[in-house]
């Protein structure tokens, strides 16, 4: 059986893979959102997601280790790794103590970041395809802005489990602030960029100037939503 | 882990408890768990990433590793690995000294 979902959220995601092994269906294998799944006991498996250090690969240390610990490793994509462990061995989880889960989630929100970064600039060419003409650059534009504003959305998440791992290990309750600063830096980056232009005008020609104001009200609008979405 | 290095979180200190001789992956979380009456179960990506950390720290290092005869990976506490652990030994007996001090307010 084959599913498609995509997921950035490898709780959310956990949950259900697990739902489906409680069902009887135990995934086998992944590419691009497309889950495949055989059939197995019910609640044969249980499954856990974590994030290694190498693309698609992991150290020989780890695939040691998880063999002995009775885990498999089942796939492989970017830097995530889905791991299994037959449920009639004992509980599986991952990450045992505050300090692991917080250096895990860290881990988490750094790759977010960077991803987002490396998104921005592929957005930023892409207004710039469609600038020069070419239609298919303002599709690819409107589909990275959608990415860009997922991956930032699920650094912000990420950065509220870390602020509640936190608290749970000091048992101080962390200054109510009015949200995180990743909105207000996006929105930041949009207004300069605004004004740069806007203070460039005379100079730069409308091939540059246009997907430059472009890219800045993408980015005051995604920092807005983002804003928006935190307060609540 | 990137945190200081003291305090001890209650992984290291059983980690490094559990390798004053050889001891492989699974024999670690089982001595920890026997040591603390099941309280403390350490988790693969815990004990995976304690061990990657204490090995760049120098306070443990890869005892035996025989890939031909698939026999298990050993690791093995280190000279730099006992003084941190001794450093977390006199943190915990000042502690436990200073507690004292509640009994002389039972009187």
Same mark, same amino acid.
């Not at chain 1, 929100?109 to 239609?135: D, H």
């Not at chain 2, 443990?60 to 690791?75: G, L, M, N």
């Given at each position: 059986?084959?599913?498609?979902?995509?997921?950035?959220? +490898?709780?959310?995601?956990?949950?259900w893979?697990?739902?489906?092994?409680?069902?009887?269906?135990?995934?086998?294998?992944f590419?691009?959102?497309?889950?495949?799944?055989?059939?197995?006991e019910?609640?044969?498996?249980?499954y856990?997601?974590?994030?290694?250090?190498?693309?698609?690969?992991? %150290?020989?240390?780890?695939?040691?280790?998880?063999?002995?610990?009775?885990?498999?490793?089942?796939?492989?994509?970017?830097?995530?790794?889905?791991?299994?462990?037959?449920?009639?061995?004992?509980?599986?989880?991952?990450?045992?103590?505050?300090?692991?889960?917080?250096?895990?989630?860290?881990?988490?929100?750094?790759?977010? +970041?960077?991803?987002?970064?490396?998104?921005?600039?592929?957005?930023?060419?892409?207004?710039?395809?469609?600038?020069?003409?070419?239609?298919?650059?303002?599709?690819?534009?409107?589909?990275?802005?959608?990415?860009?504003?997922t991956?930032?959305?699920?650094?912000?998440?990420?950065n509220?489990?870390?602020?509640?791992?936190?608290e749970?290990?000091?048992?101080?309750?962390?200054? +109510?602030k009015g949200?995180?600063?990743?909105?207000?830096?996006?929105?930041?980056i949009?207004?300069?960029?605004?004004?740069?232009?806007?203070a460039?005008e005379?100079?730069?020609?409308?091939?540059?100037?246009?997907?430059?104001?472009?890219?800045a009200?993408?980015?005051?609008?995604? &920092?807005?939503?983002?804003?928006?979405?935190e307060?609540? | 882990? %990137?945190? +200081?290095?003291?305090?001890?979180?209650?992984?290291?200190?059983?980690?490094?408890?559990?390798?004053?001789?050889?001891?492989? &992956?699974? &024999?670690?979380?089982?001595?920890?768990?026997?040591?603390t009456?099941?309280?403390?179960v350490?988790?693969?990506?815990?004990?995976?990433?304690?061990?990657?950390?204490?090995?760049?720290?120098?306070?443990?290092?890869?005892? %035996?590793?025989?890939?031909? %005869?698939?026999?298990?990976?050993?690791?093995?506490?280190?000279?730099? &690995?006992?003084?941190?652990?001794?450093?977390?030994?006199?943190?915990l007996?000042?502690?436990?000294?200073?507690?004292?001090?509640?009994?002389?307010?039972?009187?």
């Amino acid at each position: 059986m084959i599913r498609f979902r995509l997921y950035y959220d +490898k709780d959310k995601e956990t949950e259900w893979l697990n739902e489906m092994a409680a069902d009887g269906w135990a995934l086998k294998s992944f590419f691009a959102g497309f889950y495949k799944f055989e059939p197995c006991e019910k609640g044969e498996y249980i499954y856990q997601i974590d994030l290694g250090d190498e693309l698609y690969s992991v %150290s020989d240390e780890y695939r040691e280790l998880m063999g002995e610990l009775g885990v498999e490793i089942v796939v492989l994509w970017g830097f995530w790794i889905i791991l299994r462990k037959r449920a009639e061995d004992g509980p599986f989880e991952l990450y045992t103590d505050v300090d692991s889960k917080i250096e895990h989630y860290r881990k988490i929100r750094r790759m977010f +970041k960077v991803v987002t970064v490396i998104e921005l600039l592929a957005l930023f060419s892409e207004i710039y395809a469609g600038m020069t003409g070419n239609g298919v650059g303002w599709v690819f534009a409107l589909l990275i802005s959608l990415f860009v504003f997922t991956c930032a959305d699920a650094a912000l998440r990420t950065n509220k489990v870390i602020a509640r791992l936190e608290e749970q290990k000091s048992g101080i309750e962390p200054e +109510k602030k009015g949200g995180g600063t990743l909105p207000l830096i996006i929105i930041d980056i949009g207004l300069l960029t605004n004004c740069c232009m806007t203070a460039a005008e005379d100079f730069a020609p409308p091939m540059i100037s246009y997907p430059v104001h472009i890219f800045a009200v993408i980015m005051m609008a995604v &920092g807005i939503v983002l804003m928006v979405k935190e307060g609540k | 882990m %990137s945190e +200081k290095e003291t305090p001890l979180t209650e992984a290291f200190f059983y980690i490094l408890l559990s390798l004053r001789k050889p001891n492989h &992956g699974y &024999g670690i979380i089982q001595e920890v768990e026997h040591l603390t009456n099941g309280r403390v179960v350490l988790g693969p990506g815990t004990l995976y990433g304690a061990l990657q950390t204490m090995q760049k720290r120098d306070w443990i290092r890869i005892y %035996s590793q025989d890939t031909e %005869s698939r026999k298990k990976k050993e690791y093995m506490i280190t000279e730099l &690995g006992k003084e941190a652990f001794e450093a977390e030994r006199s943190r915990l007996k000042e502690l436990l000294d200073n507690a004292k001090l509640m009994e002389e307010g039972e009187v």
